[in-house]
Antibody, heavy 123, light 111 residues
Framework: QVQLVESGGGVVRPGGSLRLSCAAS????????MHWVRQAPGKGLEWVAV????????YYADSVEGRLAISRDNSKNTVYLEVNRLIPEDTAVYYC????????????????WGQGTPVTVFS | QSALTQPASMSASPGQSITISCTGT?????????VSWYQHHPGKAPKLIIY???NRPSGVSNRFSGSKSGNTASLTISGLQAEDEADYHC???????????FGGGTKLTVL
């Protein structure tokens, strides 16, 4: 079954860190760039990070630059997002999503999503 | 504030048609034919229903159609069904600096 399953979300105090995971199955994970997209309560979707299929290139949204770190382990079919120095504005459901076409990131569309993992920054 | 503007909510009756607009700028929607739409039932994974403005992925009902005029893209759902009640998000490629932008989402209620 082709799917993405996120995990690792939770309630964290401001300044804390979390490591989110996204496990892929049913397709050749190592052929696709993988993204993280988040949705804050009552807001629209916001793209935050992507890693290329081979793990060499990574790109971040300006709004999170320096606080997020994306990584992947193609042997485990998993992409990760480490969120550091959390602030209340990071409260959101975090989704991983597959890039539209194989290879390097294109951002053209996202053809497979997970169900998301919630992160709450709460003091 | 989202980069693309969508109505926050819309409603219609079963069997009717509805069109959701998505307004961007000449830096995204107006320049690139890379608008996509996602259907999202709360608590589930978002689902791609339209890509490249008007293309439907395999398995998506032909009741969903997309179009674009200038800086505004549109998603039309015909013959509304109860299961169409969901949030709909538009998205556009925005070039090599901003990469991608989303709309604020439209909550569709099927009365």
């Amino acid at each position: 079954q082709v799917q993405l399953v996120e995990s690792g979300g939770g309630v964290v105090r401001p300044g804390g860190s979390l490591r989110l995971s996204c496990a892929a199955s049913g397709f050749t994970f190592s052929s696709y760039a993988m993204h993280w997209v988040r949705q804050a309560p009552g807001k629209g979707l916001e793209w935050v990070a992507v890693m290329s299929y081979h793990g060499i290139h990574k790109y971040y949204a300006d709004s999170v630059e320096g606080r997020l770190a994306i990584s992947r382990d193609n042997s485990k079919n998993t992409v990760y997002l480490e969120v550091n120095r959390l602030i209340p504005e990071d409260t959101a459901v975090y989704y991983c999503a597959r890039d539209s076409l194989g290879g390097d990131p294109k951002w053209f569309w996202f053809d497979l999503w997970g169900q998301g993992t919630p992160v709450t920054v709460f003091s | 504030q989202s980069a693309l503007t969508q109505p926050a909510s819309m409603s219609a009756s079963p069997g009717q048609s509805i069109t959701i607009s998505c307004t961007g700028t000449s830096s995204d929607v107006g320049t690139y034919n890379l608008v996509s739409w996602y259907q999202h039932h709360p608590g589930k994974a978002p689902k791609l229903i339209i890509y490249e403005v008007s293309n439907r992925p395999s398995g998506v009902s032909n009741r969903f159609s997309g179009s674009k005029s200038g800086n505004t893209a549109s998603l039309t759902i015909s013959g509304l069904q109860a299961e169409d009640e969901a949030d709909y998000h538009c998205c556009s490629y925005a070039g090599s600096i901003n990469y991608v932008v989303f709309g604020g989402g439209t909550k569709l209620t099927v009365l």
